[in-house]
C-alpha cells in the first residue's frame, strides 16, 4: 500500500503539518485498504483531531494487520502506540518489524520508548544492538546506563553513563542518573565535571535544568548545603519556564473532586471483575516504589510500573483527549462513560501483563485522583494509599526533577497548595469509601517492615512471604526516581534533608504546619 499515491500525498501532508488534507485522502483508504501503513496513519491522523476513541480502533487494527512500515512511518506509529498507552500492541509491532534495517539514529528513541512501556526485554535486546552498532555513542552508553539503573544494576550502570559524559559531558540527562546513585565519594570530582560543562549549555535549556538539579544533589551529599540551595532554586526556575504551572486549573480540579458523590460512583461498581490489580497510590515521593518493591518480591504478583492506562481506558470510553490523569474536560464526561468498556479495558492489558499470575501492581502514584472511579469499573481492585511526613514529602518533590510529571513541583508554595489540596482529597475520598483504602504510613513501615508486609500484603488477598522484605532480590524493574535506592533495601535513616534548608522553605514549611 506504500505505493499508493493516495497515501505517499497523505504521508506528506502529515509531514507539513496539513492534517486536514491527509484527513481528506485518509477517510476512503481506511475503509478501502485497511492495511497497516493506512490504519496507523489513520490513527495517528484521528487522535491529532481528537477523536480518541477512534484513533484507539484503528491502532488496534494496524496492529492486527499484515505488512510492514518503512522507518518513519514505524516511528511515528510506535509514538503513537506510546501516547494510547497500547504496550501489547506495541510488543507485537516490534516482533513482527525487523529493527535492524531501522536507521542508527532512530535507536535510542526507540530503545526509551520500548522501556517507558515496561517492554524491558525488547528495550534490552535494542540497545544491546545500538552498543554494537554505535560504541562510541553518548546515547547508546545513556540508554544502557538507564536500563542498568531500572534493573538494579548500580555499578554496570554508572560505567555507561560515565562513558556517556566522557564523550558528551554537557549531556544532563546522564548527570542526572548518576546523582540519583552515585555515592558521596565521587561526588567533587562530579561537581567539578558539571561546573565546567556547564557554560557550554544552552542557558535556561532543559539540559541547564538537569545538570543545576543533579549539583543540587551532589553538592548536599558533600553537606555543602548553601552552594545546593543556590544550585537548586536555579532549577526550579528553569524548571518554571520550561513546565509551567496552571494553579488556577489544578484548584478548580480538586474542588470538583472534592464535590464529588464518591460513594455514589464507587457503589455502583458496574465494571468488570478478574483484572486482580493492586493501585499504589499517594504523592510522588512518598513511598510508593518501596512498596511495589515489596508486593512484586511475592510469588503471585508482577510488577506493573507506572502507566496511564486507567486514564487511557477513561479516554477511551469518553472519546476525550487531553493531559495527566485527570483534567476538567475528562471530568466532565465521567457520569456518562460505560465502566463496563473501562473495565474490560483494563482486565485485558492486566491478564496480558501479568501472564497468569494472580495479582498486578499499577503504581503512578497520581492515580489517587481517579480512586472512585477504579473501585467502579474494577470492583476487585486494591488500593493501597503511602502517607509520608509532609515536609519530607513537598522537599523530595522540589528536589526531583520530573519533567512535565509534576509542575507544581518546581514552586515551594505550588508544592505546598498542591499538597494540602492531596490531603484535603484523600480524607473526602476516606469519608465517602471508608474500608476501601489502606493507608501505609511510610514511617511505619521503616520501622517494623514485617509487621506492617503482613498487614498490607493481607489487604490485597495474599499469605505473608518473608521473601517480600528481600528488595535486593525482589523482581521487575524499577523505573522512578527511586530507583537508585531501593536495591539497598528498607533505609531507615531517610528524611528530614529539609532541615538543611529551613530558612529557605520557611513559607512552605509554615502553609504545611497550618494545615
Not at 82 to 92: D, F, S, V, Y
Request: with cysteine; charged share 25%.
Amino acid at each position: 500500500m506504500q505505493a499508493d499515491p493516495r497515501y505517499r500525498e497523505a504521508s506528506a501532508h502529515v509531514a507539513r503539518g496539513d492534517w486536514r488534507r491527509a484527513a481528506a485522502l485518509l477517510a476512503p483508504l481506511v475503509r478501502e485498504c485497511p492495511t497497516v501503513d493506512v490504519l496507523a496513519l489513520g490513527a495517528d491522523v484521528s487522535l491529532r483531531f481528537g477523536a480518541y476513541a477512534e484513533a484507539c480502533e484503528l491502532a488496534r487494527g494496524a496492529s492486527a494487520a499484515e505488512g510492514q512500515l518503512d522507518p518513519a512511518a514505524l516511528m511515528r506509529y510506535v509514538r503513537l502506540l506510546r501516547r494510547l498507552e497500547m504496550p501489547a500492541e506495541l510488543e507485537r509491532l516490534l516482533e513482527r518489524h525487523d529493527v535492524s534495517t531501522l536507521p542508527d539514529a532512530v535507536l535510542p528513541e526507540l530503545t526509551l520508548l520500548a522501556s517507558s512501556a515496561s517492554l524491558f526485554d525488547v528495550a534490552s535486546r535494542l540497545s544491546d544492538r545500538m552498543l554494537g552498532r554505535l560504541p562510541a555513542s553518548a546515547d547508546a552508553q545513556y540508554v544502557a546506563g538507564l536500563l542498568a539503573m531500572f534493573r538494579g544494576e548500580r555499578e554496570p550502570s554508572l560505567q555507561h553513563l560515565d562513558r556517556a559524559t566522557a564523550i558528551e559531558p554537557r549531556m544532563g540527562n546522564a548527570h542526572w542518573l548518576v546523582a540519583m546513585q552515585a555515592d558521596a565519594g565521587s561526588a567533587a570530582a562530579h561537581v567539578d565535571a558539571m561546573r565546567r560543562a556547564l557554560p557550554g549549555v544552552v542557558p535556561g535549556s532543559e539540559v541547564e535544568a538537569y545538570l543545576r538539579f543533579s549539583l543540587h544533589r551532589r553538592l548536599h551529599s558533600l553537606q555543602r548545603y548553601e552552594e545546593a540551595w543556590t544550585e537548586l532554586d536555579r532549577g526550579l526556575a528553569i524548571g518554571r519556564r520550561l513546565d509551567p504551572f496552571d494553579a488556577s486549573a489544578d484548584h478548580a480540579l480538586f474542588d470538583a473532586l472534592r464535590a464529588t458523590d464518591a460513594s455514589a460512583i464507587a457503589s455502583a461498581r458496574d465494571g468488570v471483575s478478574g483484572g486482580g490489580m493492586i493501585f499504589v497510590v499517594g504523592m510522588f515521593r512518598s513511598g510508593t516504589s518501596l512498596i511495589e518493591r515489596v508486593l512484586t518480591g511475592h510469588p503471585d504478583v508482577v510488577d506493573g510500573g507506572e502507566t496511564y492506562q486507567f486514564t487511557a481506558a477513561m479516554r477511551e470510553a469518553a472519546d476525550q483527549d487531553g493531559t495527566g490523569v485527570i483534567d476538567l474536560p475528562l471530568f466532565a464526561r465521567a457520569p456518562h462513560i460505560d465502566y463496563a468498556r473501562v473495565g474490560e479495558r483494563m482486565a485485558a492489558y492486566a491478564t496480558w501483563r501479568k501472564g497468569g499470575k494472580a495479582r498486578l501492581t499499577e503504581k503512578l502514584p497520581s492515580n489517587y485522583l481517579l480512586l472512585p472511579w477504579i473501585l467502579r469499573a474494577l470492583p476487585d481492585a486494591k488500593i493501597v494509599h503511602l502517607r509520608r511526613d509532609a515536609r519530607d514529602t513537598c522537599f523530595s518533590n522540589l528536589r526531583t526533577m520530573f519533567r512535565g510529571a509534576a509542575a507544581y513541583s518546581n514552586d515551594a508554595m505550588d508544592m505546598a497548595r498542591h499538597y494540602r489540596a492531596y490531603e484535603a482529597l484523600m480524607a473526602h475520598w476516606h469519608r465517602a469509601m471508608p474500608g476501601c483504602i489502606l493507608d501505609v504510613q511510610y514511617a511505619d513501615f521503616v520501622a517494623d517492615p514485617a509487621r506492617q508486609a503482613e498487614r498490607l500484603l493481607a489487604f490485597c488477598g495474599l499469605n505473608f512471604d518473608p521473601r517480600v522484605l528481600d528488595l535486593a532480590a525482589a523482581r521487575g524493574h524499577t523505573t522512578t526516581a527511586s530507583a537508585g535506592e531501593l536495591r539497598r533495601g528498607i533505609l531507615r535513616n531517610r528524611g528530614d534533608d529539609w532541615r538543611h534548608y529551613a530558612a529557605h522553605l520557611a513559607p512552605m514549611l509554615d502553609l504545611l504546619d497550618r494545615a
